[in-house]
């Protein structure tokens, strides 16, 4: 079974500073998903990376896939109490379109 | 606008009782899911379909069954709901190839009493 796991579970933070959030897994995915949900409201997708190494940006969000398609990061520079919601990490593995969810992390900013 | 619409936001129905949960799509993606959220547990895989007429288990199907009669259209059935089906359930489709990633409805927090 493919597993990802997210850290931080939980940040807090004020608005204007900087955080990087984390997908790591011990398995190899052909892409990796980013996408942030709303209170109430569905998943919405932000980015997907395929090839090992790939950055891409989307303003102030910098996300980062690993060498060896293990891992995935997501940078937010300058953030803002808009960027607060829950981001989840997931993972195209072996059995083609079905998606590994990691368990997501809770950003709260705060002004 | 490219749409997953799910029948209902909240829904509260009594143990025992079969539930119905609908979801539509018309992007024209053969996959669809459903999912479950729970607080600590993030979303879980109840099933999937890659076909009309096709369905495959996920991590949790105990208790669920689906339906898909048509591309755009796949339906959650819980056959006796329970108190521990209370969740938020969550419709997502997909293109096969290439994965473009998933389009999600708003949800359906389901509440069991």
């Known amino acids: 079974t493919q597993l990802l796991e997210q850290s931080p579970q939980f940040l807090s933070i004020q608005e204007g500073e900087n955080l990087t959030v984390y997908c790591n897994s011990s398995s190899v995915f052909s892409s990796l998903q980013w996408y942030r949900q709303e209170p109430g409201e569905g998943p919405v997708l932000l980015v997907t990376v395929v090839t090992g190494g790939e950055v891409k940006k989307l303003k102030r969000l910098t996300f980062q896939f690993g060498d060896a398609r293990k891992d995935s990061s997501l940078h937010i520079t300058a953030a803002q109490p808009g960027d607060t919601g829950l981001y989840l990490c997931?993972?195209?593995?072996?059995?083609?379109?079905?998606?590994?969810f990691g368990a997501g992390t809770i950003l709260r900013v705060k002004s | 606008d490219v749409k997953v619409t799910q029948s209902s936001r909240y829904l509260v129905k009594r143990t025992g009782e079969k539930v119905f949960l609908e979801c539509v799509q018309d992007m024209d993606h053969e996959n669809m899911f459903w999912y479950r959220q729970d607080p600590g547990l993030g979303l879980r895989l109840i099933y999937f379909?890659?076909?009309?007429?096709?369905?495959e288990k996920g991590d949790i199907p105990e208790g669920y069954s689906v339906s898909r009669e048509k591309k755009e259209r796949f339906s959650l059935i819980l056959e006796s709901a329970s108190t521990n089906q209370t969740s938020m359930y969550l419709c997502?489709?997909?293109?096969?190839?290439?994965?473009?990633?998933?389009?999600f409805g708003s949800g359906t927090r389901l509440t069991v009493v």
């Open positions: 997502a489709s997909s293109l096969q190839r290439p994965n473009y990633g998933y389009t």
């Open positions: 997931a993972g195209e593995g072996e059995y083609g379109n079905k998606l590994v």
């Open positions: 379909s890659y076909d009309v007429k096709m369905k």
